[in-house]
């Protein structure tokens, strides 16, 4: 699934570059022109990472950013943001409010797509294509396949693609209790529109998918709170 980006910069010319080049890399590309509308969207739909302008018309890139690290939803969103100064203190300013890079304009597209993948391994590892193993499992996003290991030996099981990203948010989220709703966020990208019981239905599809070789035992209904993967 690609990941998908909110780009929030008034100028045209300068949103409509950053989003084919997003859109060049792989990703989705959505815009809003100010941090109100930023707002509104992320409402409706988390994204994946956020390029943040820091001069906007109304509400400052920065304020923005210090707005949605305050808040539980939205404070694990990695955001990067993008400046015309190449001033040190606003760097660190930027750093400070919580932004996790900084890319000065005008930037190369090489840079840009180099920096969102560093911070997207930083900060959102179910959004590359690392193979990642954890309780027996292996699963590899680049070829979308996933291993299991029984008496020494690797065994490939199938997995739907909505049971596969679910484990692979999982195994890279391990040991930590997430909500139903949570799930839709970082999941389905939506908490609006999907029904809580979708999560239900999915995680029981996966367990049967894990069922084979026992390792459904690996994730835990946590009563009145969610599900947890855990290989301990
Ligand atoms: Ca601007």
């Not at 943040?52 to 400052?60: A, Q, S, T, Y």
């Amino acid at each position: 699934m690609p990941s998908t980006i909110l780009i929030v910069e008034d100028e045209p010319a300068i949103a409509e570059l950053l989003a084919i080049n997003l859109e060049f890399a792989g990703h989705r590309a959505v815009r809003a022109i100010d941090a109100e509308q930023a707002l509104a969207m992320i409402q409706h739909e988390l994204p994946d990472l956020i390029l943040l302008d820091w001069m906007l018309p109304g509400m400052p890139g920065v304020r923005l950013a210090e707005k949605l690290r305050a808040e539980e939803r939205t404070r694990e969103i990695p955001i990067i943001m993008l400046t015309a100064r190449g001033d040190e203190a606003d760097k660190v300013r930027g750093l400070e409010t919580g932004a996790d890079d900084y890319i000065t304009k005008p930037f190369s597209p090489k840079e840009l797509i180099a920096r969102i993948k560093a911070v997207m391994r930083r900060r959102a590892p179910q959004l590359t294509d690392d193979a990642i193993s954890l309780g027996g499992l292996r699963l590899d996003p680049a070829t979308h396949r996933l291993w299991a290991l029984q008496n020494a030996e690797e065994i490939a099981l199938d997995l739907g693609p909505t049971e596969f990203r679910l484990l692979h948010f999982f195994m890279t989220h391990p040991e930590r209790v997430h909500s139903r709703s949570h799930l839709l966020d970082q999941v389905w990208g939506d908490h609006v529109y999907v029904e809580e019981r979708t999560v239900d239905v999915h995680i029981r599809r996966l367990r049967k998918a894990l069922e084979p070789t026992g390792h459904d035992a690996l994730i835990d209904t946590v009563r009145g709170s969610g599900y947890r993967f855990s290989a301990r």
